[in-house]
């Protein structure tokens, strides 16, 4: 079993559509949790980080279940832009701080 | 914020040759440096972990004498791919944490095609 898993893609959406992304991990001592985004060919970049209390940046909204080990991303009312690879990420300390990436969703959106 | 520079951003060489990859921290000092490969698809794979001054940690699976990783100052780490083979070519890219919350910043990656 993956360490990080993640709904398979891709997702083709109009815009303004909403979709959520889910991500599952595995080791009950991991402590951060992350959503990256990466456009094709570039590097990850960090979309916001999780916490248990959920947490909101515009139209972006993230939820952490520790008791299910479940993460999800939430994005409203969707742009062209929004069109990338998500990916969910998780740290757990007790492996010396290395970030563990999901396969990563592929977001589509369309006219 | 915090930068790293990673270079060379696309190479192509002939099988059986090495090649190095350079990941500098631009304004901050990169206690600890993560090397990752990415495959067409796929997701970023660590390859292994290195601390200034200190051997790199490998990942199971990663061959450590064929990817050599250096991490010599608090700005530069460098990875050689030595003995490149077309199996090898994959999109390497370089991440860093250092003193002050400066989080994971991440090089551009270097998109490796052995031909």
């Known amino acids: 079993r993956k360490e990080v898993e993640q709904d398979p893609g891709p997702f083709n959406v109009p815009e303004g559509a909403t979709v959520a992304f889910n991500c599952t991990y595995s080791n009950s001592a991991s402590q951060s949790f992350f959503w990256y985004r990466q456009d094709c060919r570039k590097e990850p970049k960090l979309l916001m980080s999780v916490y248990s209390s959920g947490n909101e940046d515009g139209r972006f909204t993230a939820q952490l279940n520790r008791a299910s080990q479940y993460i999800s991303l939430l994005i409203r009312d969707s742009k062209l832009s929004d069109s990338a690879t998500y990916l969910c990420v998780v740290n757990t300390y007790n492996q010396g701080g290395k970030l563990i990436f999901g396969q990563g969703t592929e977001l589509s959106v369309k006219p | 914020g915090a930068v790293v520079s990673q270079h060379p951003s696309r190479v192509i060489c002939k099988s059986g040759t090495s090649v190095k990859i350079e990941c500098r921290s631009l304004d901050f000092q990169a206690t600890t440096m993560f090397w990752y490969r990415q495959f067409p698809k796929q997701s970023l794979m660590l390859m292994a972990t290195s601390n200034e001054g200190s051997k790199a940690t490998y990942e199971q699976g990663v061959e450590k004498d064929k990817f050599l990783i250096n991490h010599a100052s608090l700005t530069l780490s460098t990875l050689t791919v030595t003995s490149a083979h077309p199996e090898d070519s994959s999109f390497y890219i370089c991440?860093?944490?250092?003193?002050?919350?400066?989080?994971?910043?991440f090089g551009s990656g270097t998109r490796l095609t052995v031909v």
């Open positions: 991440s860093a944490t250092g003193q002050g919350d400066y989080g994971y910043t």
